[in-house]
């Protein structure tokens, strides 16, 4: 099994920025892309960015590209997700998945893995 434990969410005015982090334990991290998606209220789940388990290549949803940053240190096993210049329109709950050696799919049914999420509320 793994364990995924996300953190940084919280309240954040329109503009502003959060780190959200994922620690990964009980598997070999580095096998493992590594995906964060967002659920809103009365919304599907859906993609916001992934990373492949080499870490070469990334893959961001349109709403997001630009404006948020998936990483991951080996060393720590985490990855993170910085997140810039929010819009209300990000206001979910967020959540980050693994994959065993993926290459950062968008399809949720892909991931093996899921945390618990986090909230992210952006006020306007």
């Known amino acids: 099994q793994m364990q995924l434990v996300e953190s940084g969410g919280g309240l954040v005015q329109a503009g502003g920025s959060l780190r959200l982090s994922c620690a990964v334990s009980g598997r070999t991290f580095s096998s493992y892309a590594m995906g964060w998606f967002r659920q809103a209220p009365g919304k599907e789940r859906e993609f916001v960015a992934a990373?492949?388990?080499?870490?070469?290549?990334?893959n961001y949803a349109n709403s997001v590209k630009g404006r948020f940053t998936i990483s991951r240190d080996h060393a720590k096993n985490t990855v993170y997700l910085q997140m810039l210049s929010l819009k209300p329109e990000d206001t979910a709950i967020y959540y980050c998945a693994a994959d065993h050696y993926g290459t950062g799919s968008r399809e949720w049914p892909t991931y093996d893995y899921w945390g618990q999420g986090t909230q992210v509320t952006v006020s306007s």
């Open positions: 990373i492949g388990w080499t870490g070469d290549t990334t």
